[in-house]
């Protein structure tokens, strides 16, 4: 019934850019905080930016720190993941995770694939 549905995945060159959507449905989307993880092959995942609210209280990792941008928009049950400058260590299965704010329900999608490669 609940479902996180992520899109926008693909090969792209260093310096490029790209934008993850995460759409959801089964939920009450408002309710839930929502991040966005990666996983780099071999290595284990790791949070990489998160939003609380469509207003824009948001953190990321050092790592993407003004290269990415998150977002999301309620109407359309959709939160976004802006990466420009990509760079090779970009390349991972990106996540979305959707946590309910009032409890410790949470949900996963499947992952994109992003390569990062010249």
């Known amino acids: 019934q609940v479902k996180l549905v992520e899109s926008g995945g693909g090969l792209v060159q260093p310096g490029g850019s790209l934008r993850l959507s995460c759409a959801a449905s089964?939920?009450?989307?408002?309710?839930?905080?929502v991040s966005w993880y990666r996983q780099p092959p071999g290595k284990e995942r790791e949070l990489v930016a998160t939003v609380t609210d469509t207003s824009g209280s948001t953190n990321y990792a050092d790592s993407v720190k003004g290269r990415f941008t998150i977002s999301r928009d309620n109407t359309k049950y959709t939160v976004y993941l802006q990466m420009n400058g990509l760079k090779p260590e970009d390349t991972a299965v990106y996540y979305c995770h959707a946590k309910f704010q009032l409890g410790s329900l949470n949900y996963w999608g499947q992952g994109t694939q992003v390569t990062v490669s010249s």
């Open positions: 089964g939920l009450t989307f408002s309710l839930y905080d």
